[in-house]
């Protein structure tokens, strides 16, 4: 919308500009409804030559018109697209590691518990010394730590992973807007043919109008003077009878 009121105050500001004020919200519904007419526009019959180089410089200028908003209503929905792919495929690396995480910090604790039992099965508990108390008060931080190292190796390669898969969304990304750029070439050189091969068209049926008329007009011109001829002659006549 503040594009739209930049529109407004440059053109509330010319001089030749012929309509007393004008808002945002007015050019934008002016835009729409331009737009909305020239895609629904058929071509015209035949025009005379004036009205139909103002028509034709009119279409041409719609034409880029169009050309450059269709554009840019694609270049935002492929960035649009970009963002929400790049924000699945981060949360689809952060689920991986938090499951793997949960999943080696799980095993390791199955694996303790499995330790403390098959201990406490053989009597060593009984024979426990202060030092072998001591340690066992250390084990729960050791194991964290183990388990803490454990995962950065798991993690680092989560984050290539993840990295990896962004840089073929990227690759995918960029081949599709070259893709659709040359599209975009195409569609502008195949409106700027037609744009000129109709224009050649009605050069062509103009000059075949002005032809006929001055055909026309040499055919009147020849008839005035034959009957400009045919009363001379007739004239001497009438005299002599009387």
């Known amino acids: 919308m503040k594009a739209w009121q930049g529109i407004a105050e440059r053109l509330n500001k010319l001089s030749t500009f012929n309509m007393c004020s004008v808002n945002s919200k007015s050019c934008q519904n002016r835009f729409s409804t331009l737009l909305t007419r020239h895609r629904m526009q058929e071509v015209e019959s035949v025009r005379a030559s004036g009205v ?7 279409r041409g200028l719609m034409d880029d018109i169009v050309s450059d908003f269709d554009e840019w209503e694609s ?5 649009k697209e970009q963002h929400v792919r790049e924000s699945d495929a981060k949360e689809t690396a952060g689920s991986v590691v938090r499951d793997s995480a949960m999943l080696r910090l799980r095993d390791q604790r199955l694996a303790d518990a499995k330790r403390a039992s098959e201990g406490d099965g053989n009597g060593e508990g009984l024979r426990c010394d202060a030092s072998a108390t001591a340690q066992s008060k250390e084990t729960p931080t050791k194991a964290k730590h183990a388990i803490l190292a454990s995962l950065v190796p798991l993690m680092e390669s989560q984050v290539e992973q993840a990295q990896g898969l962004q840089e073929v969304l990227r690759e995918d990304i960029l081949l599709r807007r070259q893709q659709h750029d040359e599209m975009l070439a195409v569609r502008k050189r195949e409106r700027e043919e037609e744009y000129q091969e109709h224009r050649e068209q009605r050069e062509q049926e103009f000059k075949f109008r002005q032809a006929q008329k001055e ?15 045919h009363a001379s002659a007739s004239q001497p006549k009438e005299g002599s009878d009387e």
Do not use: C
């Open 75 to 79: 270049e935002r929905q492929r960035t």
């Open 52 to 58: 139909d180089e103002e028509y034709t410089e009119f």
């Open 215 to 229: 055909a026309e007009r040499q055919r009147i011109s020849m008839m005035i003077a034959i009957l400009s001829q």
